[in-house]
Nanobody, 123 residues
Framework: VQLQASGGGSAQPGGSLQLSCAAS????????????MGWYRQAPREEREMVAA???????EYGNSLKDRFTIFSDFAKNTVLLQMNSLRREDTAVYYC??????????????WGQGTLVTVSS
């Protein structure tokens, strides 16, 4: 699956940014179903952590203490996901990775990752 992310960049503390990601294609052809999409992030010298995820059934999940500031929107008909980030803090600075989990017609599941987009929060 190819994941095309856009958005990100720089913002001041307290500001907002938006990330979007679109999934397309598959090594298995058109017979895949996307079931979960979202974002992880990795700050320098830190482990990768989940930011937010959206499941096809409608449920969403957020990383620790992010739900109050970040909101994930998804459209599984278009296989797109959007992350609205408000009240940004310096500690939100990281490379953000879009991911998409999908299953094949034989119910095998795979997760693919985008190449990452840098978010920098500084004054």
């Amino acid at each position: 699956v190819q994941l095309q992310a856009s958005g990100g960049g720089s913002a001041q503390p307290g500001g907002s940014l938006q990330l979007s990601c679109a999934a397309s294609g598959s090594r298995f052809g058109s017979g895949v179903e996307f079931i979960r999409m979202g974002w992880y992030r990795q700050a320098p010298r830190e482990e990768r952590e989940m930011v937010a995820a959206s499941n096809k059934g409608g449920s969403t999940e957020y990383g620790n203490s992010l739900k109050d500031r970040f909101t994930i929107f998804s459209d599984f008909a278009k296989n797109t996901v959007l992350l609205q980030m408000n009240s940004l803090r310096r500690e939100d600075t990281a490379v953000y990775y879009c991911f998409a989990r999908y299953k094949t017609i034989r119910d095998f599941e795979f997760t693919d990752w985008g190449q990452g987009t840098l978010v920098t929060v500084s004054s």
